[in-house]
């Protein structure tokens, strides 16, 4: 299961954010994941509550924001939503489509105390 990484990553990006700014404990956490960046979202929660215990952000709650999918049409140069990769366009039904968005994750901000 990759999300038991991708939590392990959060982990060390909020601790470093807390020795930096200051802060003892986080209350929320907020992420975008894209459409396409293969996460499984209750994976994802299970595995936040068990990498976060021992830490700042042990108890705090996980916010997913989900981001679409998005690709530059080579037909009518347009930067388009899509719902999978190899969708036509939605607007020309060009089939010359480059994905330029949804499959990242990131951290889009905390709450903390």
Not at 71 to 92: F, G, S
Request: glycine share 10%.
């Amino acid at each position: 299961m990759h999300e038991m990484s991708l939590c392990e990553g959060i982990r060390s990006v909020i601790e470093d954010a807390a020795v930096k700014n200051g802060f003892s404990s986080v209350k929320f956490v907020r992420v975008e994941i894209g459409k396409f960046a293969g996460v499984e979202k209750p994976a994802l929660a299970f595995a936040f509550d068990v990498v976060m215990r021992g830490s700042v952000a042990e108890g705090a709650m996980l916010e997913m924001i989900d981001l679409p999918g998005r690709a530059m049409c080579y037909d009518c140069m347009k930067e388009v939503e899509i719902e999978n990769r190899l969708d036509l366009c939605p607007t020309c039904g060009g089939g010359k489509l480059m994905p330029v968005g949804g499959d990242e994750m990131r951290i889009k901000d905390l709450e903390v105390h």
